[in-house]
């Protein structure tokens, strides 16, 4: 009969340490300069209209044509964030999206081909989505409890910062150099995005996990969030 009592499975826990407030913040505002720097484009595009028409010698439709690739790149990577979501870390889908978003703003300054330069503005809408979904997400869940508000509003100021950001560049650079503008937006994106790569190789080995109200909530970056 004794032998017919199945023993309790015993699950290793694996070691732990706190996660503290400084390590939300920190998080936080990394999270927040991804999504700054990637509208730097933006504000790129909206000081620079009349140089960029004059230099690829584009009508007011061709030129329209920028923003309608964004547009289709946006929606379709709020298709596909969904699906990949479903099998890799949401951490190292926005990593993956972050870095490639950074080698396409390099091909800005290769070719002043019109048609390859609005494919590539498609593709940075691709990459630029995923950061925006996320970075809500991730404030909502993991965002210090009495500031959590206070957090998400921000989000939307650091894009406006980051457009405010790009035409400032324009005005340092000239608008005649407005390509600069994307090398100097690709640069800054990927430093941050190392931050955060280290940062996550680094607790991936630790694991972690952090104690708010009585309720403990495990972050691991092998996790799906």
């Not at 494919?119 to 809500?136: C, E, K």
Request: contains cysteine.
């Amino acid at each position: 009969m004794e032998s017919d009592i199945k023993k309790p499975e015993i699950k290793k826990i694996p070691k732990t340490i706190k996660l503290s407030r400084y390590h939300r913040i920190f998080l936080f505002f990394i999270l927040v300069g991804i999504e700054s720097i990637m509208n730097v484009s933006s504000g790129i595009f909206s000081s620079a209209t009349k140089e960029i028409k004059r230099q690829l010698n584009l009508s007011d439709t061709k030129f329209g044509s920028f923003g309608t690739s964004n547009s289709i790149g946006r929606v379709i990577s709020s298709i596909l964030f969904g699906i990949i979501n479903q099998k890799v870390s949401r951490k190292w889908t926005v990593i993956l999206f972050v870095s490639f978003h950074s080698l396409f703003l390099f091909f800005f300054k290769l070719t002043m081909n019109a048609h390859i330069l609005i494919f590539m503005r498609g593709l940075l809408g691709l990459t630029q989505t995923t950061p925006s979904v996320y970075v809500p997400v991730w404030t909502n869940q993991f965002g210090l409890s009495n500031y959590k508000t206070i957090q998400i509003t921000s989000i939307q100021f650091f894009q406006t910062i980051g457009k405010l950001f790009g035409q400032l560049i324009n005005l340092v650079i000239g608008l005649e150099n407005w390509k600069d503008g994307f090398i100097f937006e690709g640069i800054i994106l990927l430093i941050i995005c190392g931050l955060f790569i280290i940062y996550n190789l680094i607790m991936s080995k630790t694991g972690e996990k952090f104690e708010e109200k009585n309720k403990i909530i495990e972050f691991k970056m092998d996790a799906n969030m």
